[in-house]
């Protein structure tokens, strides 16, 4: 077992978006304010109970609000981060859906938003509207009443279950 | 080309769909520190802070003064009343902890009927709790009450909110020795860089709006902690940057609504309202001389436009602006027009189930006709242009349908609104073309999040004709235009979009001068079509871009900056209708179904346009049946988070159905009108009014909680 001081820096390794990342941190430091420090500055803070889901990543292919989990908890995972989501310059469905449907507009929820579109549609490839409204109940949006959300992430599911673009392996 | 009028998809999407915003705490310069501010836990108290290391106090910005920050005596809970310094956010709050402040409690006062007696001054420096008192009469109010068949009388609450966007404030301030750099999460760069001017008394300041994560008027105007910052950069070595939780930002910034009004109606058996008195309460908490600013106007707003888009000939209202021991409240969304319309159609609701005359019916006996418009409501303000007996008209078949679809417990309602948005004084639009033939929009107002940039770039492709992909629109940034107001009060495409137009067809005008010049003909000569200039005669043509590229050679400047003033605001109006589901055992209310009708004169960009009304609405209906800032006996925020104050899920919201007329255009050259407040303005009185036709209960407060309805 492994003992850390207080003020003792811990070194962790992880995975953002499939590049191998070395990170020392003091272990109280939140995931969050790591992977925003790494420059994946598109995962933003909405709160500071764990209600907004504004900081929501894929961690080892699970929807985690990166603002309730320690950067020295995520030692040795993968994450996916909205930045890794568009392939060589391509978009990827859901932020094509997005674009296309008016899902954001101050687009501050967007990348938490569209983390957890690819989560629940990995889960549910098909889902209805009330899973879907349930699907991102984790996360909130001021703007945009949540309509166009739902009607992009319908969109997404039909493009990606006609294969235009399959899911990265993570 | 033809954009204007056409769901053009956004330009701003493309970064913020992949994370490439930028926002204010994504900027870093080296060496900054993290500042946090040591908040008030009292109402009112004397206060004492020991100044250690890395701790300011209110001395340091603002020397014999409680405001910004409260050097002796605070106001409200949250007022800061020191600054700590630190080299992260983790430290800055550790540092927190260990700032010493002594209170010693005075008395405060919470409710604004209570604070207008006077007993207990909300600050010692106060002569009176009450800041603004004004008087609207016309006809004769007394006597038509007198008259009436019926009168009707009651209390009516438009509770507090909190704005609560996604993002909060924040802003990074850098002193380079001549120059104050200031990037902050506001809704205006030009605006908030005067009050910094007029604050430090020292012009040569820069603001940057960056990406923005929404405000609803919570970032309209400059808050204590951005002064603080300011002050406290310029005498100190190293960039700061100031970013507050959740809680914080709760407890302290962005609440807003908070009226109370007291009213008698005098209206015919034919339902006809002949004559309305009351008396209109603001709370505007505490005295921070920037909000009560910003509230006391929204609470004049309330009283002129109590009666709504009817006709109503004998009114007197009474409004007071009151200071309070709670948060200042500022603008949120609609800014003082939701809090009127939802006193109107509260009451004329009850009047129609008083007589039980249809809704619509009501309504069409009071609204104001179409040969009455220009119309004067007597209180200072002015429809423009509409027709609210057709608009009624086309809401009652629709109307019809809902009852038809509700069942038991389901309950319909409806309520009309009439508006003012775009607000002057004046707004700036920079169109420049560069040598290469690059089109460079820039705009005064300060988009963040209602989609203006793609608006602009619409109406500047059609005035130059060129494809909307080769026009480039900017903003935030005091350095890059002559100057701006903001973008608040729905006035953005409408006032701003004005500017843009008339920029753009003066650059048009000089690439038709170098044109002119390139061909030896007169400007008369020329025709521009889909970008090109063409010889009327000759048919001899030039590109568009050699155009631009030989007025540099012509010494023809291709800069252009228009300032766009503004005397009167316009008026759009609309009726809203849903079909509501309330559970009679647990007093649960949802909405099922929404559907608008709105006339904003002329629509821009359509999918725009509707996504401001569902984003409105919801917020609407949020103020109904979901959210309530309250606080407890001890002053105290009891709903200081997102999971106390009701903030809506995709769960609790309903499918939206929007449609749009195009009656009666604005006097703008973009003849629109504005859209950005209408849903707030509108929603909360038609969720209401659905809950009390079902309940039979009258309702006189929100949210429509539980208890009451059950």
Known sequence: MKVYEKDQKVKIHFKVNGQDVEYETEPRKLLVHALRELGFTGVHIGCDTSNCGACTVIMNGKSVKSCTVLAVEADGSEILTVEGLAKDGKLHPIQEAFWEKHALQCGYCTPGMIMEAYWLLKEKPDPTEEEIREGISGNLCRCTGYQNIVEAVKLASQKLRLGQTPYQRQ | MGYIGKPIKRIEDPRLIRGRGTYVDDIELPGIKFVAFVRSTKPHAKVRVKKTQGVFTGEDVNPGSDFPIASKETTYVGQPVAVVLANDRYEAYDLLESVEVEYEDLPYVLDPFDAMKNEVKVYTGLSSNIYLEKNFVKGSPELAMDKADFVLEGELVNQRLIASPLETRGAVAYFDGQRLN?????????????NLV?????????????????????KIITHPEEYALAKLTMKLPYPLKWIPTRTEEMISAGHGRDKRFKFKVGFTKEGKIVSLIGTIVGDLGAPYPDANDDESGNVLSTARMILGPYDIPNASIIAFAVHTNKTPTTSYRGAGRPEATYFIERIVNMISNELKLDPIEVRLRNVVRPNQMPYDNGFGIVYDSGDYVKILEDAKPIYEELKKEAGENYCVGLAMYVEITGFGPWEVARVLAKSDGKIIAITGSGPHGQGDGTAFAQIVADVLQVPIEDVEVRWGDTDVIEDGIGTWGSRTVTVGGSAMLEASKELKRRILESAGKMLNADVEELEYNDGKIVHKVTKKEVSLVDAIKFAYRAGISLDVTYVYPV?????????????????????????????????????????????????????????????????????????????????PTAVESPRIEWKYVERGFSNHPTKSKGIGEAGAVVATPVIVNAVENCVGKRIASMPSSLGELV
């Open chain 2, 182 to 194: 200031f990037w902050s999460s506001t809704q205006s760069a030009h605006y908030l860089r005067r």
């Open chain 2, 198 to 218: 007029n604050f430090l008394g020292f012009q040569n300041v820069r603001v940057v709006q960056p990406d923005v994560g929404g405000a609803f008027g919570s």
């Open chain 2, 567 to 647: 005397s009167k605001p316009t008026s759009p109006y609309g009726v809203h209708m849903a079909l509501v589901k309330v559970d009679k055992e647990t007093g649960e209310v949802k909405v099922v179904k929404y559907i608008g009708i709105d006339d904003v004169g002329a629509v821009i960009n359509p999918m725009l346009a509707e996504g401001q009304i569902r984003g409105g609405v919801m917020q609407g209906i949020a103020q109904a049946i979901y959210e309530s800032a309250r606080f407890s006996e001890e002053g105290v925020l009891l709903t200081s988070n997102l999971s106390d104050y009701g903030f």
